[in-house]
C-alpha cells in the first residue's frame, strides 16, 4: 500500500511540475507580441563571409593568406621533386652496393618524413592564420555591422549563413539584407 501511494505522490509531483512548466512558457509567449507591439522591432540579415570577400581590407587579408598558403605548397613542391629524384635514383640503380642502395633508402625515408612533419606545421599554420582572420575580421565586421544597425534602426542582425556549412536564413524580404551596406561602412571604417 505504501509503494502504490509513493508512485501516486511522485506521479502527481510530475504533473505539478508539468502544469508550472506549462504556465511559465505560456506567459513568456504571451509576453512576447507585447514586447514587439511596444517597440518597433526590424530584423535584418547579413552574409559575413561576403563582406570578407568583398571589402578592400577583407580582399588584401585573404590575398595576403593566400600568397602565405602558396609559397608554403611551393616548399611543399620542392620537397616532393627531390624525393622523386632520390626514387628514380634507386630504381635506376645499377651497378650500386647494398650499402649505398641503404643510404639511399635511408635519405629517401628521413626526406619523407620531413616532408609529412613540413606538411602537418604548414596545415597547422594555415589553420591558425585563417581562424585569427576570421576572429579578427569578425570584430570589425561586428563593428560595421552594429554601425548601420543603429543608423537603420535595427533592433537585431542575424548571420545569413552558408548553404555549404548550415542555411540559418531560409527567406527574407527584399530590404532586410544589409551586407552592402556593412561592406561600405567597413570600407570607409578601415581603409
Known amino acids: 500500500m505504501q509503494g502504490r501511494h509513493q508512485f501516486t505522490s511522485h506521479k502527481r509531483g510530475n504533473v505539478v511540475l508539468a502544469l508550472f512548466g506549462w504556465f511559465m512558457i505560456q506567459s513568456l509567449f504571451c509576453g512576447l507580441p507585447n514586447a514587439f507591439a511596444e517597440e518597433s522591432f526590424q530584423i535584418a540579415i547579413i552574409d559575413p563571409q561576403a563582406v570578407l570577400e568583398n571589402s578592400n581590407a577583407g580582399q588584401k587579408a585573404l590575398a595576403t593568406l593566400k600568397e602565405h598558403v602558396m609559397v608554403r605548397q611551393k616548399l611543399l613542391e620542392t620537397d616532393e621533386v627531390e624525393i622523386q629524384k632520390l626514387e628514380q635514383q634507386l630504381q635506376g640503380g645499377t651497378g650500386r652496393s647494398e650499402t ?14 620531413d616532408y609529412q612533419r613540413r606538411r602537418q606545421t604548414f596545415q597547422q599554420e594555415v589553420q591558425e592564420k585563417q581562424k585569427n582572420l576570421m576572429v579578427d575580421y569578425m570584430k570589425k565586421i561586428e563593428g560595421a555591422t552594429k554601425a548601420v544597425a543603429e543608423r537603420r534602426g535595427f533592433s537585431l542582425v542575424i548571420d545569413k549563413g552558408n548553404e555549404a556549412i548550415m542555411q540559418i536564413v531560409i527567406y527574407s524580404a527584399k530590404g532586410m539584407d544589409i551586407t552592402e551596406e556593412v561592406v561600405k561602412q567597413f570600407n570607409e571604417t578601415y581603409k
Do not use: D, N
Open 100 to 113: 649505398e642502395t641503404q643510404v639511399l633508402r635511408e635519405q629517401i625515408q628521413s626526406k619523407i618524413q
